[in-house]
């Protein structure tokens, strides 16, 4: 009997011997395996400095003044990274209950997890940690579908998570595991998972908003709520389960919050959608090209805008972009349905240019046409100009904007050559706001459309200026001659003799009406009036060497030429630098050059740069304050009367639905409208005490215009836009726009009380001319 069991217990020796020879190969070859992962043999391993700053692409975040965020310039990553303490509690359980339950109890690998899942072959959970699978997103990659790589990459991974977790806190890892995962739809991390799918901050997100951002962790294009809603509705209430499982949440707040359809507010980040378009491509394109070049790191390398992370701070006021931007649409939307309506074929067979010839359109046409991205394209392609012209006569499908369609683009079938003069067809705008105290830009408008009309008219775009340009005439009179606005002159034809100021011939302009009353006129009935033959006066009085040095110094630039015709705005000038140059009256004589950008800092924080303000003493106090008075006459008496305008209930019959007519704006208000030949360009340009607004509207060829003054004035295209602003600016108390007078000077030396004078004047002076029809040139 005892040989039998000794002769047992010998035949079990063997299974023994091997098992414990097989359990140390086992733990031999596992350590091995993390040693040879460790020393990279299996792939590079990251450094410890890679792993104190790990390499994730950041996109630069375009900030307005009020803290709102514009915009992202990115390649593919629309990153910005989010504070662990800027994430809600809802969020950070969901992460826990879900995907790793005893996180902060394990030190990168889940050994109770690993086991399981060994065990169960994952059929009941897999064992990853939070910490792994952000070792997955930072530096293995995709899981590779060979069983043996898979092996080395699960062993890199256990390798490096076991590497953060004495790198980073646990709080740390969190956050970089929610900023760095891919949300899809251009929602890398998730301040723009919040932002694209909810319309909000990652602190505002709720319980089950937050559940479905954390279900979507696992594999964010199945479980994408835009093409997958049930199947995404189903892994957020699988998250809520979890949270009601480990006692987040209590079981009658799952069940409602289950009960609750998937509520998205959907907000998509793009660098052609969004608000301020117009201004994020100027800093795309142009300002923050200049600033990386003049200003490289430290070691000498460029700041990448898409790369680094950049944080750049603006002038910009979102509620008063947002106006902006409405007040643009509600005006150009109505004054471009009337503009149609007077072009349809039967009215205009040469829509929508205007007396011009056929042959005059065909080399309009011809040279849009070479101007194009699909000559650009093709040219560079190596086709023929034979082979691209033809090609502009073959009919495609295209996706065009149309202001009758909801989202303001339509899909169609045209020839590019059509597509060309349809968009022709468009009016185009362009509007810009300051603060002429700091010269901070406040709203920017370059167009109606950025997708379909990139041309920035704030920046890019220069038109004669028409009438807006007087008011510089009228300052070096003021300034030099010692002018009043009560001062009077005669409305009688003027001319310039020949080789007077440069001039070749005589220069003998006309009123826009081509009257002349020959009464005196003052200078501030003559400006509001937009009277030509006072001007002209004025300019053979000072020269126009000293116009042209006081535009200068106002920030008009240097190619103005030095003739008579520039009093009636004959030269062209952008939007931008009309805004800054007024900005010098209502910032008593002192000039600022626009601001855009107060502050740029690195992604951690560092200052990288901040503004410093370029000004210029240009004018006294009396005369900036004597052209704002002159200034204040056109809003009430002159071509901007409409501003002020009031009807009794009864009479609101007559409210003009094209320009939004009566406006009924009592505070003080200065401008000057401007209107250049053939209606071919509208300005207006508007000033309270702390905002100048500049507005522009115009075909995209001076052969596009209205056929007359009634719509085609500055007063009925421009003005519009900075009433709608404006009201809507007054509308919102916290924005601060003054409703006071502009500051009087003390001491004042120049007499703008011209009550006496125009007592005097009653009986010889028109001051009541028709709106519509004393608009200048």
């Not at 799918?197 to 559940?211: I, Q, R, V």
């Not at 300051?434 to 009309?453: L, N, R, S």
């Not at 009464?519 to 009085?541: C, E, Y």
């Not at 855009?596 to 800092?601: G, K, W």
Request: charged fraction near 25%; aromatic fraction near 10%.
């Amino acid at each position: 009997m005892a040989k039998a069991k000794q002769k047992k217990q010998k035949s079990f020796l063997p299974f023994i011997k091997w098992f414990w020879i097989l359990f140390g190969v086992g733990i031999f070859s596992a350590a091995l395996i993390f040693l040879l992962a460790s020393w990279g043999v299996f792939g590079t391993m990251p450094t410890f400095e890679h792993l104190e700053n790990p390499s994730t692409n950041l996109a630069t975040e375009i900030i307005s003044s009020d803290g709102e965020t514009l915009g992202k310039f990115y390649l593919e990553d629309n990153r910005t990274d989010v504070a662990y303490n800027e994430l809600p509690q809802n969020l950070i359980d969901a992460l826990i209950a879900s995907e790793d339950i005893r996180y902060y109890n394990h030190a990168g690998i889940d050994a109770r997890g690993t086991l399981r899942a060994f065990v169960f072959l994952g059929k009941r959970g897999g064992a990853s940690t939070i910490t792994q699978q952000l070792a997955r997103q930072l530096f293995v990659g995709v899981s590779s579908q060979n069983i043996i790589e898979r092996i080395k990459q699960k062993a890199m991974e256990w390798v490096i998570a076991t590497r953060l977790e004495r790198s980073y806190t646990k709080e740390e890892i969190i956050s970089m595991y929610l900023n760095i995962y891919d949300f899809g739809n251009n929602a890398d991390g998730i301040r723009s998972a919040a932002r694209i799918y909810f319309g909000k901050e990652p602190s505002d997100l709720k319980m089950e908003e937050s559940a479905m951002l954390v279900g979507m962790l696992q594999n964010s294009s199945l479980y994408n709520p835009l093409r997958r809603e049930e199947l995404t509705k189903n892994k957020r209430d699988m998250v809520l389960g979890q949270l009601a499982k480990n006692e987040y949440i209590s079981e009658t707040e799952k069940d409602s919050l289950q009960a609750l359809e998937i509520d998205l507010n959907y907000n998509p980040e793009s660098h052609r959608e969004g608000l301020a378009t117009y201004f994020r491509m100027y800093m795309q394109r142009n300002w923050l090209k200049k600033w990386v070049n003049e200003n490289p790191k430290p070691d000498g390398e460029k700041y990448n805008i898409y790369l680094d992370g950049l944080k750049i701070y603006t002038t910009i006021d979102s509620r008063m972009q947002k106006n902006a931007e409405e007040a643009v649409e509600m005006h150009m939307k109505n004054l471009q349905a009337e503009f149609f309506h007077q072009n349809t074929p039967k009215r205009n067979p040469t829509a929508p240019f205007l007396d011009i010839t056929n042959g005059a359109i065909d080399t309009i046409m011809r040279s849009a046409m070479r101007r194009s991205d699909r000559w650009r394209i093709m040219s560079s392609q190596g086709k023929s100009s034979e082979e691209i012209e033809k090609s502009f006569h073959e009919k495609t499908e295209m996706n065009v904007f149309d202001w009758n369609s909801d989202s303001y683009e339509k899909d169609t079938i045209m020839t590019p050559l059509d597509s060309i003069r349809y968009y022709k067809t468009f009016l185009r705008t362009a509007m810009m706001s300051m603060e002429p105290q700091t010269g901070h830009v406040k709203a920017w408008v370059g167009g109606v459309d950025y997708k379909h009309f990139q041309y920035d008219n704030v920046i890019q775009g220069a038109r004669q200026a028409g009438s807006t340009f007087k008011p510089f005439v009228y300052a070096a009179a003021i300034d030099q001659l010692r002018y009043s606005p009560c001062d009077s002159l005669p409305d009688n034809q003027y001319c310039i003799e020949p080789l007077k100021h440069g001039n070749m011939e005589a220069w003998c302009p006309k009123n826009s009406d081509g009257k002349y009353s020959g009464k005196n006129r003052t200078l501030k009935n003559a400006l509001a009036n937009s009277v030509n033959t006072v001007t002209a006066q004025l300019i053979d009085q000072v020269g126009p060497a000293s116009v042209v040095n006081i535009a200068k110094n106002m920030g008009l630039g240097d190619n103005i030429p030095e003739v008579p015709s520039i009093a009636l705005g004959t030269h062209d000038f952008g939007v931008y630098d009309m805004v800054g140059a007024y900005g010098t009256f209502a910032n008593q004589g002192v000039y600022v050059k626009p601001v855009m950008v107060t502050r740029i800092e690195d992604k951690n924080g560092t200052v990288l740069y901040e503004y410093v303000p370029e000004t210029k003493d240009v004018l006294s106090k009396d005369v900036a304050y004597a052209m704002v008075n002159l200034m204040e006459g056109v809003t009430q008496g002159g071509s901007g009367t409409r501003l002020r305008h009031t009807f009794a209930k009864e009479q609101r019959v007559y409210q003009d639905i094209i320009t939004g007519y009566p406006y009924e704006l009592t505070n003080p208000i200065a401008g000057k409208t401007g209107t250049t030949q053939n209606q071919s360009d509208g300005w207006f340009m508007g000033m309270v005490p702390n905002l100048v607004t500049g507005v522009w509207v115009g075909g995209d060829d001076r052969s596009i215009h209205f056929k007359s003054l009634t719509y085609g004035q500055g007063a009925s295209m421009a003005l519009p836009i900075w009433a709608l602003y404006m009201k809507k600016n007054y509308e919102n108390e916290e924005l601060g726009v003054s409703t006071e007078a502009f500051e009087e000077p003390e001491g004042l030396s120049i007499n703008v009380d011209c009550t006496k004078v125009l007592e005097e004047l009653k009986e010889e002076t028109d001051t009541e001319d028709d709106l519509d029809e004393d608009i200048g040139f």
